[in-house]
């Protein structure tokens, strides 16, 4: 961790040593998985040889949640997962197993929406006024005059006036706590209870009727009614008078509730009055007493697919129901955080995984406060982020985390079984096949722009109400319009290189700078403004260069529009790129991946090693995952797709084949052929990464069909070319579906299955032995590897909700049982078996090795993992482009890892193993750091290896370290100390 920003707090107690994980193993929980299964499968984990548990959040989340992220309370645990006392025994269950536990934590956004959020309704019942109104990221004074004090709420299935006129809005009554709201299936919007009256003196001469008009009960009604009418307004900005109204609504809300209890013809009348407002469907005229109600609320009711232009609160990227929390307040900070500095406290929890910290308006600054909160109970936690560095970013050294969550790994060890000669043959192949000459960096402008203008605009008009403000109040930029100034904002995010800065009031760092400028400079490029120097200002503005000599209101205005502009480019970046883009640019699946450049084809051996030394150098703890909740595709399909870089030639003849056999599947919808050609090129690689093992029998093919058709579904409205989700094109989704499935039912016998399934089997194969490799370098590379759940075994899932598909621990169990048994035979026996495993690579034993291998290595030589150096070790032979080697050391023990790649190319068919002196030859490994006494052990076969000596130094035979299995796992251990 980087401690530099918590030097100077020398009043914080005494920690205890910080435990950081030797692997973590990630489980989503939900309804379908409570703290009760997870407790089930923990002595398996334990044997397995995890040191942490990673959970998905189980915070209070909105009912019927999948994932968690949406979170409505975040000091109870989430009911639906399991009670405290469950959760208690989940944590002495891993304590018993000697096993810790990271928990997913959401600082940015909430759930809101639905009826279920108790801070959200207090601000929609009383906007401004509620205590809980700095809490939530709300423009209250945005440009349309209209909106100003309001909450747009894009929760309306239709125009609010069709919505209100077919009767889908009910105001409805809760006697028992006095409160009237709106209903909208299952959202509920308070009712400001100022406006009450509206409700309760409506026909108050027909309950004096009733009552007659000495009856004191008719009298203390109509004193409520004053009461009520008498509340502060909601718009009051005197603390003194909103305390008022937040204390008497509620005390006018018990009494109206007591009210009505003693009174039946109160009641009646309230009902009846409810029925008058509700009106009648077909009968517009009747709806006119609920419309002026929900007007004078704090809310305005919204279509949600023509809203974004006016939505006024942060959002989780683009998602309604999740709203953005202003974290840089400590009274927010403080109410989100007692439950989990509780569980740190009492040591239930060693590690944090902070989600989507590019969202927070000071990502630093929250960051150390929560160490030094958790510090202050006494704890030294572990800390990643999920941050998502572009090519060339690094972290920030002055974050005090231990690293990311690991996607900058993801890519680079996938890289490097992407044969980077081949960038151009793909290019070219692709392009042909589409038809079409595609400019990534254009088609990411592009995309960006388009997340701008639709899912994001709404950010955008907030952002330009603060710039224009600050433009006016300077003669030297008063000529700037708010069109101008919104159109210049648009491009400057729409070129930004990375996906934010972290300005805040310090200094300016020079990348931040650097990224601005370059920023600024394309956009200029791409503006066909007439004037352009509008693009200066926004850079002196985003520098904070126009802040200096300035008085502190305009500079502390300088100072927010820049750091809220940073929590914009992040979404529309990781929308214009991941969402957008990766789903438009197919040239090689495997490369689009969360955190990925698709521009980069590929990742040398030397650019691999520099990488894992880097780590090793600044950030030894950081995670390493191949495959999370969030991934487009698993580790073990883009170890299947990666092969196609080696194999262009005969990739380039399958698609030919294919397209000519599936032609007539395709079906016309507006004139053109379905699916295009891009997707069909998709389609392709879909089909190679997921196809099952084996030979799948039709409940198979069925249960692959119906997943296929969720994921391309998604995949074709996240392009947002011919469908999206906000404009589904039904017309061409049902095309697409149905080309798929004509597909996955093909004869056997077909022209298509003939040559596909034989293509499939030779990518599978070789994808198999690339997971291997992938799975080997991920456990001994400087940091903290992660499984996703399920991951140990091959896994061949697509996006979610595919990946978060229910896990059979006991088939893992049973195989795992089967392994430690033979841990227990000699060496040759095990050596046998280890061979064996080879010849049913298909049913996952083979990986599963390797990681309780390496697992338990970790377990037995800590030091060598978390604070060992890190060697690459040269390759001598013909073969030495297959092999990537290094080695882990620390003292007197030291580890190898070699891990071959690019099969394809290396072995003379699909039956081939990577094994021994045929495949091999005379390859080696040098070994720098051999001494006399040190014992080479094969960690997989506990078989000894003696190195042997060449003229420029010791070396071991690679036929030799893979004779029985196709990657290299070897303890060194010297003798003598």
């Known amino acids: 961790m980087k401690d530099n920003a918590l030097s100077q707090q020398t009043d914080l107690p005494k920690t205890p040593s910080l435990r950081i994980p030797l692997s973590t193993y990630r489980l989503q929980f939900n309804r379908d998985f409570t703290f009760n299964q997870a407790r089930a499968i923990v002595p398996y984990l334990s044997a397995l040889g995890i040191s942490h548990l990673y959970a998905s959040p189980y915070l209070k989340a909105r009912p019927g949640s999948r994932h968690g992220y949406d979170i409505i309370d975040h000091n109870q645990l989430n009911p639906e997962i399991g009670t405290y006392p469950e959760f208690e025994l989940l944590c002495a269950t891993l304590a018993e197993h000697g096993m810790g536990q990271v928990l997913d934590i959401v600082p940015n956004h909430m759930g809101v929406q639905g009826g ?579 030979k799948p029998d039709a409940k198979e093919i069925a249960g692959l069909g119906s997943r296929l058709a969720d994921y391309l579904i998604k995949a074709v409205r996240e392009a947002k070319v011919h469908t999206s989700w906000i404009n589904p094109n039904t017309g061409y989704e049902d095309a697409v579906l149905g080309f798929v499935d004509a597909l996955v039912n093909s004869s056997v016998e077909s022209s298509f299955m003939t040559d596909f399934l034989p293509f499939q089997r030779l990518v599978a194969r070789m994808g198999m032995f690339n997971s291997l490799s992938q799975t080997l370098i991920k456990f001994t590379v400087p940091g903290v590897p992660d499984i996703y759940q399920g991951c140990e075994l091959l896994d061949f899932s697509l996006v979610d909700p595919d990946n978060r598909r229910s896990v059979d621990f006991g088939v893992r169990r049973r195989m795992l049982d089967a392994l430690q048994k033979l841990e227990s035979k000699t060496s040759q026996q095990r050596s046998a078996g280890v061979r064996a495993l080879c010849d049913g690579l298909e049913d996952g034993r083979a990986k599963l090795l390797i990681v309780r291998s390496a697992l338990e290595l970790r377990k037995r030589w800590p030091d060598v993992f978390q604070k060992g150096k890190y060697l690459r070790l040269p390759i001598k032979g013909k073969h030495a482009v297959h092999l990537c080697a290094y080695a882990r050391i620390d003292g007197r023990h030291k580890v190898i890892t070699l891990a071959p790649r690019f099969f394809a190319q290396l072995l003379s068919d699909a039956d081939t193993l990577p094994l021994g002196e045929k495949v091999w030859g005379n390859t080696t490994v040098d070994l720098p750091f051999h001494r006399s006494d040190d014992q080479y052990t094969c960690v997989f076969t506990g078989k000894g290896l003696k190195p042997h000596q060449q003229l420029s130094g010791w070396c071991l035979s690679i036929a030799e370290l893979l004779a029985d299995f196709p990657v290299g796992l070897i303890s060194v251990e010297s003798v003598h100390p």
């Open 116 to 694: 279920d959020n108790a801070w959200w309704l207090d601000v929609l019942e009383n906007g401004q006024t509620s205590v809980y109104a700095g809490f939530f990221d709300i423009d209250w004074a945005p440009i349309k005059t209209e909106l100003r004090g309001k909450v747009v709420l894009p929760v309306l299935a239709d125009h609010y006036g069709t919505v209100l006129e077919k009767a889908e809005l009910k105001l409805c009554f809760d006697a028992g706590r006095g409160e009237f709201a709106i209903y909208y299936y299952e959202h509920r919007f308070p009712v400001d209870p100022s406006e009450y009256p509206q409700i309760l003196t409506y026909r108050i001469d027909t309950l004096g009727e009733r009552l007659g008009q000495d009856n004191p009960a008719l009298m203390e009604y109509q004193s409520l009614v004053t009461a009520f009418q008498n509340l502060p307004s909601r718009a009051e900005r005197v603390l003194e008078r909103q305390v008022e109204r937040r204390r008497d609504k509620e005390v006018h809300k018990r009494h109206l509730a007591g009210l009505v209890e003693g009174s039946s013809d109160i009641t009646w009348f309230i009902e009846e009055n409810l029925k008058f407002f509700n009106g009648t469907a077909g009968e517009p005229a009747t709806f006119d007493r609920l419309h002026n109600l929900i007007e004078a609320q704090v809310y305005r009711l919204a279509f949600w697919q023509v809203a974004s232009d006016e939505i006024n609160y942060r959002r989780f990227f683009d998602i309604n129901d999740l709203a953005g929390l202003r974290m840089e307040n400590d009274e927010v900070f403080d109410a989100t955080h007692q439950l989990l500095l509780r569980l740190v406290q009492e040591g239930k929890l060693d590690g944090l995984r902070l989600d989507h910290p590019d969202g927070l308006y000071d990502p630093k600054a929250y960051f150390c406060k929560l160490v030094e909160q958790c510090r202050r109970v006494g704890r030294a936690p572990y800390v990643v982020v999920e941050k998502i560095l572009a090519i060339h970013e690094n972290l920030r050294a002055d974050w005090p985390v231990h690293g990311t969550t690991g996607y900058e790994f993801t890519n680079l060890v996938n890289g490097l079984f992407v044969v980077t000669g081949a960038a151009e043959r793909m290019t070219r192949l692709y392009n042909n096949f589409i038809g079409e000459h595609v400019s990534f960096d254009d088609l990411l402008y592009d995309s960006k722009r388009l997340v701008i203008k639709t899912a994001l605009s709404g950010e955008l008009n907030v952002l330009a109400n603060l710039l224009s403000k600050i433009a006016e109040a300077d003669r030297h930029t008063c000529d700037y319009t708010l069109n101008g100034l919104r159109t210049a904002l648009a491009e400057i995010i729409a070129c930004f290189p990375v996906y934010r800065g972290y300005i805040n009031a310090g200094e300016v760092a020079a990348e931040d700078r650097l990224n601005i400028e370059q920023a600024t400079l394309e956009a200029k490029r791409r503006s066909t403004a007439a004037d352009t120097s509008i693009f200066d200002f926004l850079l002196d503005v985003l520098t904070l260069v126009a802040a200096e000599g300035k008085l502190p209101a305009y500079a502390d205005k300088v100072l927010e529009f820049t750091m809220k502009f940073q929590q914009v480019t992040s979404p529309v970046k990781a929308k214009g790129l991941e969402d957008t883009s990766s789903y438009r640019y197919n040239r090689l699946l495997s490369l689009n991946e969360v955190g990925s450049d698709p521009r980069q084809f590929g990742v040398t051996l030397t650019a691999f090693h520099r990488a894992n030394q880097f780590r090793a150098l600044n950030w030894p703890h950081a995670l390493l995952t191949t495959s999370t909740h969030d991934t487009k595709r698993s580790e073990d399909v883009r170890a299947r797709l990666d092969v196609l870089s080696e194999i262009p030639a005969a990739w380039r003849l399958a698609l030919r084949h294919w397209r000519s056999a599936n032609r007539n599947f395709k079906r016309k919808v507006d004139g053109r052929l379905v699916p295009t050609s891009n997707d069909e090129y998709f389609i392709y690689q879909t089909l190679l990464g997921v196809w099952p093992p084996g």
